[in-house]
């Protein structure tokens, strides 16, 4: 497993970028929703969770649901340092790319209704000012974007964009904004030829749904949130809302030095801007259930679930990615779900057939760039996986 890495040219501007220490939002401990039990592999994924904030983890939980619907989750470290406050099961955490998975349901659920068609373009949904900023709008359909074969740029690997975000970590982006950091690039490959994975595909998706439902954060509150009674799941944030000050803290090791800093206002806000591609806070418990209601067929049809599992090959001829699913193996067990990386975040949700059983990971320091605790901790990571995938 690798801990995702960003954009080359991030480290070097934030070299000269200005001080970021104490930007914390208001964290307090919250009631315990679930706890592990006292058997020898829950005690073994306490002690490695342990192991992962004592290598400089600010916090970490790890949450599994069975096949018996039997929920455990464990905790370590802190969701704020300073307070400090202990990480808990009941805090929130920025679940970053996994809200591509999310997106995509809400995709697939208007495609079941006839609301759109899969195999449409952009511009067929999207109106002119909108498409004509996007490199192949007239070629590239709405399947190409859902399983990243679009070819179109991503727009986080501009550099006025890094520099316009690290430069005004409170700024607020309008989601229409991101369309100018791809206007006019040239597409990075042909359309449908092969697979590379895009920020920018879920971007536009999020913007079609917006224009086709009016109002797509309610259309996935009504037909994802509330069907699977996910009350403390939260898409769209309010900048500076700490939610009951449930929010854990977000933490970066800025200068790959071991150091690090809180970054919550800039986490907060780079979040509270993102549609598609990012922009859910959740629990633990919450994102298990989310997962394991997609995976029941509660959200979507059997045919349309087994059309989301349908992959696109990557250049090892390996299979990559389905329509908001990415393919993986841990312990050389195949799993199925998202991983998610930010700027003082980092999860994972993954499905694993062959176990039936459902694992969140979720750390609340940023993975979008290297540091040197990252080699540790991935180790420790797949020692977790190892521990979970154990047991039946």
Known sequence: MKIKTFIGIMFFLLLIWGNLVSQG?????????????????????????????QNQIPGAVAGVLNRDGILQIWSSGYASIEEP???????????????????????LQLWEEGRLDLDKTIEEYLPVSLSVQIPNASKVSIRMLLNHTSGIPEYNNDPNYVTNLLQNPQRIFEPEEYL????????????????SYRNSN?????????????????????????????????????????????????????????????????????????????????????????LKGLMEGKLINSKTLEMMKEPVFNSKGLPAYG??????????????????????????????????????LAINLGTVTESPIHVE?????????????SSD
Not at 377 to 386: D, N, P, Q, V
């Open 202 to 290: 879920y971007l536009i998706l999020a913007l079609i749904a917006e224009y086709i439902t009016r109002d797509h954060q309610a259309y996935m509150q009504e037909k994802i949130f509330k069907p699977l009674g996910l009350l403390d799941t939260h898409y769209r944030i309010r900048q500076g809302n700490d939610f009951g000050q449930r929010l854990v803290q977000s933490y970066w090791d800025r200068y790959s030095n071991n150091q690090l800093e809180n970054i919550s206002v800039l986490q907060n806000s780079n979040v509270a801007s993102m549609i598609g591609d990012d922009g859910i806070i959740t629990t633990s418990k919450e994102a298990l259930l989310f």
């Open 323 to 360: 329509l908001g699913i990415s393919f993986t193996k841990f312990s050389g067990i195949p799993a199925l779900g998202h991983s998610g990386g930010g700027l003082g975040s980092g999860s994972q949700l993954y499905f694993f057939p062959d176990k039936q059983l459902y694992i969140f």
């Open 25 to 53: 939002l208001e964290v307090k401990s919250c009631e315990m929703t679930a706890i592990s039990d006292n058997s020898q592999n829950a005690l073994a994924v306490q002690k490695a969770l342990d192991k992962l904030t």
């Open 180 to 195: 100018k950091y791809i206007k006019r690039k040239k597409p990075d490959f042909e359309p449908g030829s092969k697979y």
């Open 85 to 107: 406050v202990p990480m808990e099961s009941c805090h929130l955490h920025y679940i970053q790319s996994i809200a591509k998975t999310y997106m995509a349901v809400s995709i």
């Open 377 to 389: 901790a991935e180790k420790i990571l797949e020692e977790i996986y190892s521990i979970l995938l």
